[in-house]
């Protein structure tokens, strides 16, 4: 029998960062409302029945629901009834057979992580509590409370865009996107719809949804409006995506001591209201995840401060759900559920269980959320260094040998254009693929030297969808998504390549999401996410998702396509021009060291010089 994972109704974060009563140090500012959401129509939520009370608690229910279901603006809404309408509009589809799967495989992991509390608990569990203590203290040590960090998120930003061109849209439910709901203003979450939904889905929760087409353009002309503001108090302030932001207005207020946290943070939404013609949100802490925690309190167009104490955030923190920390997703959740831990104060009475059931990276995340911990180093624009470049694209579900190859050559040729731009090649190709069956694979190979043209791109990646269509049914094989990726980034450029005879890395631009016209999206590198879950899948794995004998093969290949430094002993990537000049610099080098110890014992030298030698004799000269 399935687990069944009950947990409580999803609450409003505000409820949970403010606790009553308020503590005296924890203080919420009111906004000014600039928008009203009219009371949706009765008839589009009375689509359900009364004969599946039992089976909308069940976790598929919950599962189908998606990762938007605390989007902010979706208080009242009948959860139940919405989960209703997805779970039978998706029945007997693809996609449902895959949620399907998931779901009974994450049960049988669940019934495992019981099995092993059990075995774990009746253990010396003091031991691992007196280990996770000692970590806590020093978690705790760490904690600076200097800061003032402001996240600052655009409200509903793209259909807040629409808006400006049709202000007729702002009084009827409306979305963003069409296959796909990329978001949705505040009316239509009034019935349920949400970011992440299915368009025709979202058209049986409410038949009067009006679906606009995306318009990237406009809403990176928008984004940059908004940010021109932004750089007016923090010119290091970091854009998480196109649509919001972190600040660190410390030194501003250092220099404006007239203005308070809370007056300073009203200026500038103001500034953004008057510039960009759109409202935001925001959270004011002392780190970044208290702060975008506090950015969805008041929304829409509000803001939220918890003060910068200890006793603030943990009295903010303690109450709140653990889904509602960034990087907490719906297995993480429902893992942590079946354990008892629901939220952040529920963490630490669990804490001996962490470790040994989640690995110790998710369990100092964790550790971490619970003392309401975060960053408060931001990183601009161009500071991170970028390790993969990629392009991917979804369709509708696609066979056929020639269909396929004419797809994988339109990837490849789209990726060539990205590694033009950056002036860069990669030395490891990444094939992904999304059955039609919702399974993701990937399939990659490493090579001798950087690739950069779409034909060689192309050749590359073609015995990688052929071995694939072998592996699941040769021309029965069919895709809903085909993605190409580069890592391992060199220069291509002549004489850049062994500067440090490795690979390259370059500054990420700072960009919100890319299609070309026909919708394909840039695939963001994989060093940015921030999800945990990426820890827990690694350490607990869900078959299918992911190719693991690739990987280890890959990781093979790599480890054999080095070739050792006859000087230095090092290993170095296989390429010609990248390691005669390291042997070159090693030359050098040696050939320096030895004429410095030459002089220093008053021998002569010869001008032939003993690296110039050597180098013959490693390279077969006479």
């Keep these: 029998?399935?687990?069944?994972?009950?947990?409580?109704?999803?609450?409003?974060?505000?409820?949970?960062?403010?606790?009553?009563?308020?503590?005296?140090?924890?203080?919420?500012?009111?906004?000014?409302?600039?928008?009203?959401?009219?009371?949706?129509?009765?008839?589009?939520?009375?689509?359900?029945?009364?004969?599946?009370?039992?089976?909308?608690?069940?976790?598929?229910?919950?599962s189908l629901l998606g990762p938007s279901l605390l989007k902010a603006g979706q208080d009242g809404v009948d959860q139940a009834k919405v989960s209703e309408i997805i779970y039978n509009a998706s029945k007997g589809s693809k996609f449902f057979e895959h949620e399907q799967r998931r779901d009974a495989e994450l049960t049988k992991r669940i019934d495992e992580l019981l099995v092993a509390k059990a075995e774990l608990e009746k253990g010396d569990v003091d031991a691992e509590r007196r280990v996770v203590d000692a970590e806590l203290a020093s978690l705790e040590r760490s904690r600076d409370l200097s800061q003032t960090i402001v996240h600052v998120d655009c409200d509903a930003f793209y259909a807040s865009v629409e808006e400006l061109s049709r202000p007729e849209l702002k009084s009827v439910p409306m979305a963003v996107g069409g296959g796909v709901l990329t978001t949705c203003n505040y009316t239509a979450r009034q019935f349920g719809v949400r970011s992440g939904m299915a368009g025709h889905i979202a058209k049986?929760?409410?038949?009067?949804?009006?679906?606009?087409?995306?318009?990237?353009?406009?809403?990176?002309?928008?984004?940059?409006?908004?940010?021109?503001?932004?750089?007016?108090?923090?010119?290091?302030?970091?854009?998480?995506?196109?649509?919001?932001?972190?600040?660190?207005?410390?030194?501003?207020?250092?220099?404006?001591?007239?203005?308070?946290?809370?007056?300073?943070?009203?200026?500038?939404?103001?500034?953004?209201?008057?510039?960009?013609?759109?409202?935001?949100?925001?959270?004011?802490?002392?780190?970044?995840?208290?702060?975008?925690?506090?950015?969805?309190?008041?929304?829409?167009?509000?803001?939220?401060?918890?003060?910068n104490t200890r006793e603030a955030v943990m009295s903010s923190i303690s109450p709140l759900a653990v889904r509602k920390i960034n990087g907490i997703g719906r297995v993480?959740?429902?893992?942590?559920?079946?354990?008892?831990?629901?939220t952040c104060a529920?963490?630490?009475?669990?804490?001996?269980?962490?470790?040994?059931?989640f690995g110790s990276k998710t369990a100092s995340f964790l550790l971490s959320c619970h003392l309401g911990l975060g960053r408060t180093t931001l990183y601009p624009a161009g500071s991170i260094a970028r390790k993969s470049i990629g392009t991917e694209t979804t369709f509708r579900a696609l066979s056929g040998a020639a269909a396929l190859r004419e797809k994988l050559r339109h990837v490849s040729g789209e990726l060539a254009k990205e590694l033009a731009k950056k002036e860069l090649a990669g030395r490891t190709l990444v094939l992904k693929v999304k059955l039609d069956t919702y399974r993701v694979l990937t399939r990659q190979r490493c090579l001798g030297r950087g690739l950069t043209g779409a034909g060689e791109l192309y050749a590359n990646a073609l015995p990688l969808l052929g071995a694939l269509e072998k592996e699941e049914g040769g021309e029965k094989m069919a895709l809903r998504l085909m993605g190409l990726r580069v890592t391992q980034l060199v220069s291509p450029r002549?004489?850049?390549?062994?500067?440090?005879?490795?690979?390259?890395?370059?500054?990420?631009?700072?960009?919100?999401?890319?299609?070309?016209?026909?919708?394909?999206?840039?695939?963001?590198?994989?060093?940015?996410?921030?999800?945990?879950?990426?820890?827990?899948?690694?350490?607990?794995?869900?078959?299918?998702?992911?190719?693991?004998?690739?990987?280890?093969?890959?990781?093979?290949?790599?480890?054999?396509?080095?070739?050792?430094?006859?000087?230095?002993?090092?290993?170095?990537?296989?390429?010609?021009?990248?390691f005669n000049s390291h042997v070159d610099f090693c030359l050098s080098r040696a050939a320096i060291r030895d004429a410095v110890q030459e002089t220093r014992a008053g021998v002569k030298r010869n001008s032939s010089g003993a690296g110039s030698a050597e180098k013959r004799r490693f390279f077969g000269g006479g």
């Design 204 to 307: 049986k929760i409410c038949p009067q949804l009006v679906l606009v087409p995306l318009n990237f353009e406009k809403y990176a002309e928008k984004a940059s409006e908004v940010r021109e503001v932004l750089a007016r108090y923090d010119a290091g302030f970091e854009a998480g995506s196109s649509d919001e932001a972190f600040l660190n207005v410390t030194k501003y207020l250092e220099e404006h001591l007239e203005l308070t946290p809370e007056a300073l943070v009203e200026r500038i939404r103001a500034e953004v209201l008057e510039h960009a013609k759109i409202s935001v949100s925001a959270g004011i802490g002392p780190n970044t995840k208290i702060a975008k925690i506090g950015s969805n309190v008041n929304k829409p167009n509000g803001q939220f401060r918890v003060a």
């Design 494 to 578: 002549k004489g850049e390549g062994g500067r440090f005879f490795g690979p390259v890395a370059t500054p990420e631009p700072e960009q919100g999401p890319r299609v070309d016209e026909e919708g394909w999206e840039v695939w963001p590198p994989d060093d940015q996410s921030t999800e945990v879950e990426g820890a827990v899948k690694a350490e607990t794995p869900i078959k299918d998702e992911t190719s693991a004998d690739a990987a280890s093969e890959a990781e093979k290949e790599m480890e054999a396509a080095k070739w050792t430094c006859p000087i230095c002993a090092r290993p170095q990537p296989a390429d010609d021009a990248g």
């Design 332 to 342: 993480l959740e429902r893992s942590l559920a079946a354990l008892g831990i629901t």
């Design 1 to 62: 029998m399935p687990l069944k994972c009950t947990r409580p109704r999803p609450q409003r974060v505000d409820s949970a960062m403010t606790p009553e009563p308020v503590p005296p140090t924890a203080t919420t500012t009111t906004p000014p409302t600039t928008t009203t959401t009219p009371t949706p129509p009765a008839t589009t939520t009375a689509t359900s029945t009364t004969t599946t009370t039992t089976t909308t608690t069940s976790s598929l229910h919950h």
């Design 346 to 357: 529920s963490i630490y009475p669990n804490r001996h269980l962490l470790r040994p059931l």
